[in-house]
Nanobody, 115 residues
Framework: QVQLVESGGGLVQPGGSLRLSCAASGILFSIYTMGWYRQAPGKEREFVAHIRWSGGNKNYADSVKGRFTISRDNAKNTVYLQMNSLKPEDTAVYYC????????WGQGTQVTVSS
């Protein structure tokens, strides 16, 4: 059974940091490009970052470039998102999936940036 489990979210002040994790099971994780997506209240889900299977090629949404870093550990079937210099507009539920969103969506992890 394919499963994605996101964790690491929380409430943080503007300028703070969080590290999200997404653990995958039921798939050959190491062959997939993986990505992070987010959905703010009343908005469509949007792309945040992708990382190729090898970890050597990454791309980011313009809104997070220079602040967020995506990484992965294929031995642990896990993809990470280090988020620094957080802004209120980063508030959203964060999800992981492949670029074509072929895996079942997890429950996501809530990130709230507020003073």
């Amino acid at each position: 059974q394919v499963q994605l489990v996101e964790s690491g979210g929380g409430l943080v002040q503007p300028g703070g940091s969080l590290r999200l994790s997404c653990a995958a099971s039921g798939i050959l994780f190491s062959i997939y490009t993986m990505g992070w997506y987010r959905q703010a209240p009343g908005k469509e889900r949007e792309f945040v970052a992708h990382i190729r299977w090898s970890g050597g090629n990454k791309n980011y949404a313009d809104s997070v470039k220079g602040r967020f870093t995506i990484s992965r550990d294929n031995a642990k079937n896990t993809v990470y998102l280090q988020m620094n210099s957080l802004k209120p507009e980063d508030t959203a539920v964060y999800y992981c999936n492949t670029p074509t969103n072929i895996l079942p969506w997890g429950q996501g992890t809530q990130v709230t940036v507020s003073s």
